[in-house]
């Protein structure tokens, strides 16, 4: 579970990002944090695995102020899927998700075997390992984003408009795949849009989003649709 805690976050020049935003997260639900740019989702999410840090107020997980752990040590426990997938154009798309278990002291024939499971996990055909990301469709790459973000098996996964950049057909194809890898995987998942059909259709919870905070939170989808 991850809970905000009157949590504020000014930057330094001024801007009130998020103002005194209290939100509980449950584990093993997709929550969407949907609401118009600008009003402190990305701020939000980026609070939780440290990129940012709140200027008063508090995140938990599980109970736990994550300013008490390492970020680096947090971060393991935590999947980062963003817009462009941000992944390294000069590694072949199995070493991109490689890298990760690589980096946890995986020997390198292991971490490369577990990065195919991932590609297949995610709905990649094999062969497209050897490419590199630059040969690799736009939804293909985010497909290939979220399969590094998996590669740690962390619990909880972040997810900031990943599929926002893709046209509306493969958008759906990959929302279709992310419902049906939840069935599987069940991750604490949050997941910020701006797109509030996506959110009836992803989210099991829901916070509404405006300026600095959030205007409601509804439990089921078809609640928002009955607004
Ligand atoms: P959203 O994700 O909902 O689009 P953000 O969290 O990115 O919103 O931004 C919330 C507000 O904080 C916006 O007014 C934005 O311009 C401002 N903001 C974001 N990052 C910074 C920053 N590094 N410095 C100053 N203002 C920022
Ligand atoms: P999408 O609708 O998912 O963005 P694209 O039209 O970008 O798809 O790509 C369609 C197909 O062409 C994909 O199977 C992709 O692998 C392939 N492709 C795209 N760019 C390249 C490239 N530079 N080299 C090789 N194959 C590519």
Redesign the pocket.
């Known amino acids: 579970m991850i809970e905000f805690r009157d949590v504020t976050?000014k930057?330094?020049?001024g801007?009130?990002?998020?103002d005194e935003l209290n939100l509980t997260v449950e584990a093993g639900t997709i929550t969407v944090?949907v609401?118009?740019?600008?009003?402190?989702?990305?701020?939000?999410?980026?609070m939780v695995n440290r990129m940012i840090d709140p200027s008063a107020g508090e995140v938990l997980i599980d109970g736990e102020d994550v300013r008490k752990s390492d970020p680096a040590l947090l971060r393991r426990g935590i999947g980062y899927v963003i817009q462009q997938a941000g992944l390294f154009p000069h590694r072949t798309v199995l070493d991109n998700v490689a890298t990760v278990p690589l980096l946890s002291g995986w020997t390198k024939a292991k971490a490369r075997t577990r990065a195919a499971e991932l590609l297949e996990t995610v709905g990649l055909p094999a062969e497209m390992g050897k490419r590199f990301p630059a040969q690799l469709s736009g939804g293909q790459q985010q497909r290939v984003g979220v399969a590094r973000a998996l590669a740690a098996d962390p619990p909880i996964l972040l997810m900031?408009e990943p599929f926002s950049a893709v046209d509306p057909v493969v958008r759906e194809g990959l929302q279709d795949e992310l419902l049906r890898l939840q069935g599987e995987l069940d991750k604490t998942i949050v997941f910020?849009t701006?797109d509030i059909d996506e959110a009836v259709r992803l989210g099991e919870k829901v916070a509404v989003?405006r300026q600095g905070g959030v205007l409601a939170q509804y439990d089921a989808p078809a609640e928002i649709l009955a607004r």
């Open positions: 976050k930057y330094p020049d801007t009130v990002a998020v944090f609401g118009p740019s600008g009003c402190g989702k990305t701020t939000s999410l980026r900031d910020v701006h989003f």
